[in-house]
């Protein structure tokens, strides 16, 4: 009998401004898979000024993570959307707390992949205090090692709230804080990558010939 291939359930993980969202771009752009980040579904509830979006912004400006108690279920919910189901998708951001992996586990929902990027310390809270968004583009930028095209208003780039050193210690501490919990749930599946080289490198030497294995 012939299986139809699983589509990749696929989880990337690593600090904050460990190149995820570069990661994401590329493999997303590549395989097809939807994107699911929770930091972006949670700036959009706020933006949006929804319920979950007031329950979460204090959080998120504070560098804090949100409650379990209002993150599972938005999630939870998204997953079972058929684009997620047909496609497979690549969760970023998700699950950051051993109670968030529990919960995927108890909804029945079995992880395939499970990326993680892994980068030096100071590597990170200097990418983090240089990080720029445009507003128009969505493109992040880096001030020193990846700055917008010539002629760009860098007054006009988005430096996020949490995007400060006092901040960014909070968000490693707290990463740091639940990564080996979360890494037992994962660890027969997981790819540990150095998310210190080139993100193209990183796809082509290792992200894409695990997830499409
Ligand atoms: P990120 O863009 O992934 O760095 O997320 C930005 C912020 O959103 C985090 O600092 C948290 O406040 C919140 N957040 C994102 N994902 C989660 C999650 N899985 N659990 C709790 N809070 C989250």
């Known amino acids: 009998m012939v299986t139809k291939p699983t589509v990749p359930r696929a989880i990337i993980a690593g600090a904050p401004a460990s190149g995820k969202g570069t990661q994401c771009e590329i493999i997303v752009a590549s395989l097809g898979l939807v994107h699911l980040s929770t930091g972006d579904m949670l700036r959009a509830a706020v933006a949006k000024g929804s319920k979950v979006g007031k329950e979460a912004q204090k959080f998120m400006e504070a560098g804090e993570l949100v409650p379990d108690s209002v993150i599972i279920g938005v999630v939870l919910e998204r997953l079972a959307q058929k684009d997620c189901l047909t496609k497979g998708y690549l969760l970023d951001g998700f699950p950051r707390t051993e109670a968030q992996a529990i919960a995927m586990e108890d909804a029945g929902i079995v992880i395939n992949k499970f990326l993680l990027l892994d980068v030096p310390e100071e590597m990170l809270i200097r990418r983090v205090v240089g990080r720029r968004m445009d507003p128009k583009t969505k493109k992040i930028y880096h001030l020193e090692f990846n700055p917008p095209p010539e002629g760009t208003d ?41 998310g210190s080289t080139k993100a193209q490198d990183i796809f082509d030497n290792h992200a894409k010939p695990y997830l499409t294995s």
């Open 154 to 194: 860098v007054s006009k780039l988005i430096h996020r709230p949490d995007d400060t050193e006092e901040k960014a210690r909070v968000r490693l501490d707290t990463y740091n804080k639940n990564l080996e919990a979360i890494l037992s749930h994962y660890k027969d599946i997981m790819l540990r990558v150095d």
